[in-house]
């Protein structure tokens, strides 16, 4: 879809040109009407004064005193030309020369208005009227060389389309001023968004113009509730786990009673189902542990991330004397929740000091998306619970004991932001592999 600034530059550019030319078209128009009524008006004098230049001659025909009238009528193709008509007397200019001007013969009164090619092609504006003078009916058609005007007009249509050319660039150039500057609000707000995706800012500012404040407003409102769901959400599960976890504690004194475990059957038909909704509660706990204050939108720094987990694993395996390798790539930012970053990162390395014998590597990446790696020096696993890992629709809780519920939330972070989980061995450290890949979001 086209921006704003190209609908409001393109609209402007088709109103401005079809303004410009309504206006040229109109104004050429009324311009040539105009000189062309001039000349008529001037051309009907010259034919009055014609009329009285008249004088009946001894022998019946009709005479011109030449001294009444203009002498540009006696230059030879002065662009000026009269005809007169009276009977079968003819009469014409002398500067029409050798040539004629035909026009039609007009009843006293009548008055027509034509456009002739006269000598030498000229273009003439020619006035006819019709007179009686002396009982006598007499057509006098005086006509005038256009193509002065016309040059004029032409002139004036050039200067004309050269100032609108001017004057559509200029207001061209001065509205696209104009709509950036009006824009300007947009451009700020796509720059807060973007620190909005970064996590720098909780919020968007709603100091933005008039027209942007409501839809600001809707989308500030829209994180406040997003949060607060995803913080219910949170709570309403560690809550409900909590509350399971006593009748579960009593089901599992209950199974333990002599005469259950007297009927191995009865036992293990009553303790399979209690190990394994233990095992989805300690899983939802410990996700709602990991889970703290959420910023929407925040992104995850591993280099500002990874140091206080650190602390925090040493703190709880503090068994072992533990030795973390950070290779992480140099300011990489990953453009996914902070907590459940913090989440997958936490159950994978909390995995690996459980089964390390005291080195850990992490690495990230960069990579068509973000890449974390995890290597510990620890047995590892066997090629049939690797592959059991990895089975198609198998859930890794269920799958390998001692690995199942970190990983298994690992797997459900990972799919919810459509990546990629693979297991293996480490060649360097020789223990578990995990890698995780996640697509650009």
Request: overall charge neutral; glycine content about 8%.
């Amino acid at each position: 879809m086209a921006s704003l600034q190209g609908r409001l530059s393109i609209g402007l550019l088709i109103t401005l040109l079809a303004v410009f030319l309504l206006q040229g078209a109109v104004s050429s128009l009324a311009l040539r009407d105009m000189t062309q009524d001039y000349i008529a008006s001037r051309l009907l004098h010259d034919s009055e004064s014609l009329l009285a230049a008249i004088q009946p001659q001894p022998d019946g025909t009709l005479g011109i005193d030449t001294t009444r009238i203009d002498g540009i009528y006696q230059r030879p193709y002065s662009g000026h030309y009269y005809r007169i008509e009276s009977g079968q007397q003819v009469l014409r200019s002398r500067s029409l020369w050798d040539q004629d001007l035909p026009v039609p013969v007009l009843a006293s009164g009548a008055e027509q208005r034509l456009q002739r090619h006269g000598p030498q092609h000229q273009p003439l504006l020619v006035v006819v009227h019709g007179y009686s003078k002396d009982g006598r009916d007499i057509t006098i058609a005086v006509a005038e060389d256009l193509g002065l005007i016309r040059a004029s007009v032409h002139h004036f249509q050039w200067l004309f389309v050269l100032v609108s050319l001017g004057a559509l660039v200029s207001l061209f150039l001065l509205q696209r001023w104009l709509v950036r500057r009006s824009l300007r609000p947009l451009v700020q707000v796509r720059a807060d968004i973007d620190r909005l995706e970064r996590g720098d800012i909780a919020s968007l500012p709603e100091q933005v113009p008039a027209e942007l404040q409501p839809l600001i407003r809707e989308v500030n409102r829209l994180l406040v509730a997003f949060a607060e769901r995803l913080q219910r959400s949170r709570n309403a599960l560690g809550n409900l786990a909590h509350a399971l976890k006593t009748p579960l504690s009593l089901l599992g004194q209950v199974s333990e009673d002599p005469t259950l475990t007297a009927n191995p059957a009865l036992h293990e038909r009553l303790t399979t189902p209690l190990t394994t909704m233990r095992q989805l509660i300690d899983r939802e706990l410990k996700r709602a542990r990991l889970a703290g204050g959420n910023v929407p939108g925040r992104r995850f720094v591993p280099e500002q991330e990874l140091p206080p987990l650190l602390d925090v694993l040493r703190r709880l395996h503090t068994e072992k004397d533990l030795a973390f390798d950070c290779r992480l790539a140099a300011g990489l930012a990953v453009n996914a929740d902070r907590e459940d970053m913090l989440e997958l990162l936490g159950n994978l390395l909390d995995n690996a000091c459980k089964w390390s014998r005291g080195k850990i590597r992490i690495t990230t990446a960069e990579r068509d998306g973000f890449c974390l790696c995890v290597e510990d020096d620890g047995p590892g696993c066997s090629d049939a619970q690797l592959a059991s890992l990895t089975a198609r629709g198998v859930r890794i809780d269920e799958s390998t004991a001692g690995h199942g519920l970190g990983l298994a939330i690992a797997s459900d972070i990972v799919t919810g932001y459509g990546g990629t989980l693979r297991f293996g061995r480490s060649e360097s450290l020789g223990g578990f592999r995990v890698e995780v890949t996640l697509p650009p979001l």
